[in-house]
């Protein structure tokens, strides 16, 4: 009879392990069917530099510069002629007048400092909200491209040492981003 009990105890551990183990294995299965990523890898830095966008975008923003820069070298031509003149005229101009006129010039430098430091600001924010209109329509093709390919983790091309070829949506997002976005209307805010 002892040995009876202990044959049904040792077979209800048996039972008990077995269906331990086959739930375990189980969890295990699930886990890893969680766990399994799809790679994909994309040149963003590539993208944002080569796309016809961010290209038309440059040429715009130096255009705007060429013309700012002018414009600032004829400003300061013209200040520097007023330099020469009130330092000829140093000799001529009685010492009061010659401080208040220094002082209407240097104002006069101040005033042209703020207008091109105004101007490089211009171009600032110009450039970045063309850049964060640009990324953002180019994350959106990212994300789309991820769904049709069923992505689970997409990765910037600098982060990867190797991958393969098949995983690099580049080109493809590449092309699309071209197609929605072939150009970009940069907005100068000179008012601000």
């Known amino acids: 009879m002892y040995m009876m009990k202990t044959a049904q105890r040792f077979f209800l551990i048996v039972l008990m392990v077995t269906g331990l183990g086959l739930h375990t294995q189980a969890r295990a ?17 590539g993208i944002m530099r080569e796309a016809s966008a961010m290209q038309d975008m440059r040429k715009q923003v130096e255009k705007r510069r060429n013309s700012y820069q002018t414009e600032i070298e004829k400003r300061q ?14 000799t001529l101009l009685s010492a009061d007048v010659l401080q208040q006129k220094r002082a209407e010039f240097q104002k006069k430098v101040a005033e042209f400092q703020k207008f091109a430091q105004g101007r490089n600001k211009v171009l600032d924010e110009a450039v970045n909200e063309g850049r964060i209109k640009f990324q953002k329509k180019l994350i959106e093709i990212i994300a789309d491209v991820a769904e ?8 910037h091309k600098s982060q990867v040492i190797l991958h393969a070829n098949a995983m690099d949506a580049t080109k493809e997002i590449f092309e699309k981003v071209n197609a929605a976005i072939p150009s970009l209307t940069v907005e100068f805010k000179e008012g601000s």
């Open 29 to 45: 299965a699930e886990a890893k069917q969680e766990t399994t990523a799809i790679v994909m890898i994309v040149d963003f830095e």
């Open 77 to 90: 031509q013209a200040l520097r002629d007023e330099d020469q003149k009130l330092a000829q005229q140093r």
């Open 148 to 155: 049709e390919r069923k992505a689970t983790l997409v990765l």
